[in-house]
Structure formats: C-alpha cells, structure tokens
C-alpha cells in the first residue's frame, strides 16, 4: 500500500472543496489531512473538519502587524505538520513571495475560471459579464503570480442565458469538488510534479492543462 501524503489544508469560508478532500480521503484518496487552519476562526470548514476528527488551528491576520510576519508565522505553524502538499481550498489571502517560494512545488490552489482566463475575484459575474459561453474551474500549483501559477487540471461548465453569478458558481462549484480531489490524487501517487514553472506529468512536460470535460464545448 503507498503510504498517504501529508496534507495541510487552508481555508477562509464554507470549506466545501476541504469536504470534498475528506469526502475522497475517507474513499481511496491517499492522503492523510493533518490539519486544517483558517485565518477566520468563524470559518465553517473548521466546523466540518471537527466533525472529521481532524486538528483545527486559527492564525488570525488581524494579531499581526504586516503581511511578512503573518506568512512567517504562517509557514512555521504549517511546517508543524510536516506536509507533503499544502492546499489552499478558499483561502483569501494574498500570499508574500516568501510563503510561496517556501512551499514551491508543494502548493495546491483552486481558482473558479478557466485561467488564464479571470484572475482575482468576482469570477462569475466577469464572465457572464464578458459572454462567455463556457467558463470553468482550475486547479494549478502556486507561484508568485496571483492566480498565475502552472496549470494542472481544469473543468468545464456551460454559461446558460438565464444564469445569474450564483447559479454558475454552483455549477463551478460541483467540478471544483471534482477536479481538487482529482489533481490532489496524481500528486499523492506520484505522477505529478513541478519542475521550474512547469507541469510534469508521468515524466512529461505539460503542454496544456489536463481537461477533465473536453467534451463540454463553447457555443
Ligand atoms: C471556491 O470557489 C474556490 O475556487 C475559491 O474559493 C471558493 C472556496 O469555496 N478559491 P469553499 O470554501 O471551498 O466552499
């Protein structure tokens, strides 16, 4: 049996991709969350990790004085777990060069576009805004880039004429729970890494993001 990959998840909100990392590691994912930390200690992924038996922690940014010594104090309560891979499941916080550059390779984000498409926030209303026709979730490691790191997996959702922000971000919602747990498992058994700024997969180079649903086209 390969042993399970130390994961250390970090979360702001709901933590529905958190639960859908649990929902995985309690079927056949081989990871073994060690904790979960928030920033926000009214963060309801805390309450569902409780509910899982898994350590909760909050590091509160508002008892420190900047953002260097929030992410040093950060990165040293992580490493406390000794992680193989750090997920950032809804955590809202822009990170300092410093955390990334300490987890690099290790650092898992979900961002809800198709990047590179709508970096940043608001995603959904962007691109019902724009017209898009398909929109979509992405899953990439994390680099200095806010929202630019390399690109593992994605998933695509049709955007419908009558969808307002909230219906499409359900629809988003339901690939991210998929594809998190999806890229979280290629990294666990080992055909996933990062080399520099790209992507290697079962020893190759990516030459694109892997897409979950190609067959999910643009109108
Ligand atoms: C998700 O849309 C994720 O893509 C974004 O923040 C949201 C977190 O949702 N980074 P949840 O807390 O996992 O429910």
Redesign the pocket.
Same mark, same amino acid.
């Given at each position: 049996m390969t042993a399970r990959l130390p994961l250390v998840v970090l979360?702001?909100?709901?933590?529905? !991709?958190?639960q859908a990392i649990i929902d995985a590691a309690s079927a056949d994912l081989p990871v073994d969350i060690r904790a979960v930390i928030s920033n926000k200690s009214d963060a309801y992924?805390l309450e569902r990790a409780r509910q899982a038996g898994i350590e909760t922690r909050v590091l509160s940014h508002r008892d420190f004085s900047d953002r260097d010594s929030y992410d040093l104090a950060l990165g040293d309560l992580i490493d406390e777990y000794q992680p193989g891979l750090v997920i950032?499941?809804?955590f809202?916080r822009i990170l300092t060069p410093a955390l990334v550059s300490r987890f690099h390779g290790r650092m898992f !984000?979900?961002?809800?576009s198709l990047l590179p498409k709508f970096r940043g926030l608001h995603t959904h209303q962007r691109a019902i805004e724009e017209g898009e026709t398909i929109h979509g979730?992405s899953a990439h490691f994390v680099t200095e880039e806010l929202d630019g790191g390399p690109i593992i997996l994605q998933a695509r959702v049709p955007v419908l004429a009558e969808d307002t922000p909230d219906t499409l971000?359900a629809r988003?919602?339901t690939q991210?729970h998929i594809i998190y747990p999806a890229a979280i498992r290629m990294f666990a058994e080992g055909s996933l890494r990062l080399e520099g700024e790209r992507v290697h997969h079962n020893g190759q180079p990516l030459a694109a993001p892997i897409i979950l649903n190609p067959e999910v086209l643009a109108q």
């Open positions: 979360i702001s909100g709901s933590g529905s !991709n958190l992924g950032l499941a809804g809202m !984000n979900i961002h809800p979730a971000a988003v919602l991210e």
